[in-house]
């Protein structure tokens, strides 16, 4: 094989693994940001619309190693519902999804809802839902109208291991 034949297949494969690694990415055409207070968008109520996660774990098939685990979930349902009552700032939430963490394994129901007192500090961009005993805390990524984009670590319980995992949550909210 000549050296521009190799430079062709060379080309050839750089051009599959693209085409192939750009169809496994998501577009995200986002809109634009949004402008004034923060804490009256929320107010408008959000659906989850999707969730995605990563974390690591022990190696079910080499204890001596972790293992990474990343993925979209699947059967995604929840809700964010914020309201003032009594001079209070009360969030009653939801969410529920499967998360496939290993090929093999038994995938995990995550499921989590309460209602309680929740605060924003703009600083860093954080919300916290105070629902005792808990307290969730959800970085804001992105705030638009229709689309928010926020991130938190959660304890997802695996029963199979008997272990609890610390994994990223990314979740996409939509009105």
């Known amino acids: 094989m000549g050296k521009g034949s190799m430079w062709a297949m060379a080309a050839l494969v750089v051009g599959i693994t693209s085409i192939s690694c750009d169809r496994d990415r998501k577009p995200i055409q986002l809109p634009p940001l ?3 207070p923060f804490e009256p968008r929320l107010k408008e109520g959000w659906r989850v ?10 190696n079910p098939f080499d204890t001596t190693t972790t293992a990474q685990f990343n993925g979209e979930a699947r059967a995604v349902s929840g809700e964010f519902t914020f309201t003032d009552r009594n001079d209070s700032a009360l969030v009653d939430y939801r969410i529920d999804f499967i998360a496939d963490l290993l090929v093999g394994m038994v995938p995990v129901h995550y499921a989590k809802q309460g209602d309680g007192i929740w605060r924003y500090d703009s600083t ?3 919300l916290w839902f105070y629902d005792f005993p808990d307290t969730l805390e959800f970085v804001v990524d ?19 291991m008997n272990i609890v995992l610390p994994t990223r949550m990314d979740i996409e909210l939509r009105k």
Not at 49 to 58: K, L
Not at 142 to 160: E, F, G, M, R
């Open 34 to 36: 949004a402008e004034g």
């Open 49 to 58: 619309h999707s969730v995605s996660y990563e974390g690591t774990m022990p």
């Open 124 to 126: 860093v961009k954080t």
């Open 142 to 160: 992105y705030d638009a109208d229709t689309l928010q984009l926020w991130h938190s670590t959660v304890l997802i319980d695996y029963p199979d």
